[in-house]
């Protein structure tokens, strides 16, 4: 099973060309990442034709990027924006359940607001995980808290503090390649609460989300890492045309299905050798 991010080329206005797109190159799967980091909201017209467009190409929903928010900000110091933001999240688990998905991933920022402390930026995480777990355990929805570029505060606040039947790992491959490149360090040891995956790559030095195998992603290691944890949808990549080169997108799509059928080898390939 092979999914793409559905922000390929961009992530506002109708996704319809590009999901028609990612079916055509052989793609089975969507990681919906539209409208990823605004303060949109899906009305009901709008999750209903996302549904058939989905239907009709022979798609089915990996995951769902779901937002932070920009004034309407979950993990606000502005109680009123704060409030909005768990509203705006409430609009994503229940998007994310209509279209058959049990994962949202969460993009917590590791700055807090000027002159804010670490310690309330965290309380403020907590406070809104707790009025949102009862809504999202109605629709059958874990949040994925995602790697971000340097120590990922926030994301080991919510391991710690949850269960795993509500609060897992999002590992961005590209993010844990970025300055130190020490993201397979801190994922490791946390492998079993991985329950989606951001896949692209980069050369180190920015967030590229270049194709599979041409940057500088221990490859070998995170499937190893992949293979030996519980997840089991599809590999997922968030990869975008805009650095790799390409003009054309059916060639971008091409090649990077190719790298999805390469990495879905090398687990399976570890995962045999385990069962051997």
């Given amino acids: 099973m092979y999914s793409m991010t559905s922000d390929y080329v961009k992530s506002i206005d109708s996704p319809q060309p590009y999901l028609r797109k990612i079916a055509d190159a052989g793609f089975t799967h969507i990681h919906w990442c539209h409208h990823w980091d605004t303060d949109f909201l899906y009305g009901d017209s709008e999750i209903v034709q996302i549904k058939k467009w989905l239907d009709e190409y022979g798609l089915k929903l990996n995951d769902l990027h779901a937002t932070a928010g920009k004034e309407k900000y979950w993990v606000s110091s502005l109680e009123y924006e704060r409030q909005a933001g768990v509203d705006l999240v409430k609009n994503r688990i229940e998007m994310a359940a209509r279209l058959e998905t049990d994962v949202i991933i969460m993009h917590p920022s590791n700055t807090p607001d000027e002159s804010d402390s670490r310690e309330k930026h965290g309380d403020r995480l907590l406070r809104s995980l707790d009025e949102l777990q009862p809504f999202a355990k109605s629709h059958g929805v874990r949040f994925a808290l995602e790697n971000v570029m340097n120590t990922p505060f926030l994301v080991n606040l919510g391991l710690d503090n949850y269960s795993p039947d509500y609060i897992g790992i999002c590992y961005d491959s590209g993010h844990g390649n970025f ?4 993201g ?7 492998k079993e609460r991985l329950i989606s995956l951001h896949l692209h790559d980069n050369d180190g030095t920015s967030d590229q989300h270049k194709i599979p195998f041409t940057g500088r992603v221990d490859w070998d290691r995170l499937t190893r890492i992949i293979a030996e944890s519980p997840y089991n949808k599809a590999v997922n990549l968030e990869c975008a045309i805009h ?4 003009t054309i997108e059916m060639e971008f799509l091409v090649q990077a299905l190719e790298a999805a059928k390469k990495i879905e080898a090398m687990i399976e390939t570890v995962k045999s050798g385990t069962a051997a």
């Fill in 179 to 182: 300055l130190k490149g020490s």
């Fill in 184 to 190: 397979l360090d801190w994922l490791e040891p946390r």
């Fill in 243 to 246: 650095k790799t080169g390409f």
